[in-house]
Each structure stands twice: as structure tokens, then as C-alpha cells.
């Protein structure tokens, strides 16, 4: 389903390499936990599986497609960032708009079927500012996977909220993870969420896969 063979990275400024020969396969449906130090490397591998940088060797498949040197908006890859960074400028119905093609039919009922996924429906017309950092965290969750991404790669999802939105966000997350069986790739600090939702743990430290749990 996604399988890296010998990545490497390396940022122009860096002067080692930030990723090294990382190697790894995860079946379709199935969810893979990426825990580890900061600064490991974590952020980067995401970054690199959705297309935002471009490693300087080695080879990205998803789905048996060939995908290394294919832009971003084309890989069918999802991705919800540490700070959902949604467009502040911009209403939540455009927000989830935003990564569906020019021709795309139906536009309005995608939103509400996104809305309704997310337990949102009705806050189309607010702007990021109007919403608390869990409901934006949903919106983002919204905006990643109304394409319809083959996978979807998390960062660090529950880092920027409160203790007490923690739990109901972390399960409703987990349950439209589970609802959609989409192929997930998660970066986490929490080896609890990695232990209760993972079905294969790695961990990156210093740009290289260390053990696998
Ligand atoms: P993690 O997500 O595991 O905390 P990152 O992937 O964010 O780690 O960072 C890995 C290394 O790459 C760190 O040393 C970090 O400082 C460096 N780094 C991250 N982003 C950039 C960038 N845009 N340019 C140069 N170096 C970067
Ligand atoms: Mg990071």
C-alpha cells in the first residue's frame, strides 16, 4: 500500500543527513505510529511521504504507483499538520474546499458530508478564529480527507490541545480513522497512543528507523 525503500534526506543547510536510508511498508487499512526524540527526523518523513520535500535517493509507492517525483496535490496523500494551520483569511466551508479540484461536482454536499464526519455540521460560515483549537483541529481533520486520500498522515495531532478536549478529540479522531479505514501514518509523543491505536510502531531517531515494536 506505501512502501519507502531507502530514503534519504537532507536539508540544504543541514550538514548530515536529516533522513537516512529509512526503509518501511504498511498495508492498506492499517495504522502506523512514528514516535521518537524531537528533532529525530519525525516531521521530515511526513513532510517527504506527502510530497513536500523530495528525498535525494530512494523510492516512494503508494498503492504500486511510483510516486517519488510526484507533486504533492497529486499523491493522494492527506495530511493534518501540529498547528492544523487552516487559512485564517478563509470560511470553514472554504477551508475544506480548498484541496478538491477546479471541476469537482457537488462541492456543497462533500462539505456537509465532511462537516457531518467531523460532528461540525453547521459551522460552514465561521472563520478559523470564531473556533476553539479542537474544533479547528476537526476542520483541518475535514479539510485532509475530503480528496478522498488514499492515506493520511498525522502530526503530532493532539500536541496543541487542552487536557480536557484531549480525550473526546482522541476518540472521535480514532473513530473516523476507523469509520473511513484509511491508511494512517501518525507521529506521536504519546507511546499510549501509539500502544492503543497503532497496529505497527517505528521509531526515528537522529534521521534513522530504529526498532520496530
Ligand atoms: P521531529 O519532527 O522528529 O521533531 P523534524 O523532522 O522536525 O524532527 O526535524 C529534523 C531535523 O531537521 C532537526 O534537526 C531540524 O532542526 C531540522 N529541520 C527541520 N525543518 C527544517 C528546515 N525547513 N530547514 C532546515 N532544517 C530543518
Ligand atoms: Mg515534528
Known amino acids: 500500500m506505501i512502501h519507502l525503500k531507502d530514503i534519504s534526506f537532507k536539508y540544504k543547510q543541514a550538514k548530515e543527513d536529516t533522513l537516512k536510508n529509512i526503509d518501511l511498508s504498511l498495508d492498506e487499512g ?3 505510529a512514528i514516535i521518537g526524540p524531537s528533532g529525530g527526523g519525525k516531521s521530515t518523513l511526513l513532510r517527504v511521504i506527502s510530497g513536500l520535500e ?11 504507483i511510483h510516486m517519488t517525483d510526484t507533486r504533492p496535490e497529486k499523491r493522494t496523500v492527506g495530511m493534518l499538520f501540529q498547528d492544523y494551520a487552516l ?15 477546479k471541476g469537482f461536482k457537488n462541492k456543497k454536499s462533500r462539505i456537509n458530508e465532511m462537516l457531518e464526519l467531523v460532528n461540525m455540521t453547521g459551522y460552514e460560515k465561521r472563520y478559523p478564529h470564531e473556533l476553539s483549537g479542537g474544533q479547528q483541529q476537526r476542520i483541518a481533520l475535514a479539510r485532509a480527507l475530503a480528496p478522498s486520500p488514499n492515506i493520511l498522515l498525522l502530526d503530532e495531532p493532539f500536541s496543541n490541545l487542552d487536557t480536557e478536549l484531549l480525550v473526546s478529540i482522541r476518540e472521535e479522531l480514532f473513530k473516523v480513522i476507523n469509520t473511513l479505514n484509511i491508511t494512517t501514518i501518525m507521529v506521536t ?25
Open 30 to 32: 492499517k495504522v502506523l
Open 189 to 213: 509523543h504519546n507511546i499510549k497512543d501509539a500502544e492503543l491505536f497503532a497496529d505497527k510502531t517505528i521509531r526515528i531517531e537522529n534521521g534513522e528507523m530504529k526498532a520496530i515494536i
Open 87 to 101: 487559512f485564517p483569511h478563509m470560511t470553514v466551508a472554504k477551508n475544506i474546499a480548498y484541496g478538491l479540484e
Open 54 to 64: 523530495k528525498p535525494h535517493s530512494g523510492q516512494i509507492h503508494i498503492n504500486n
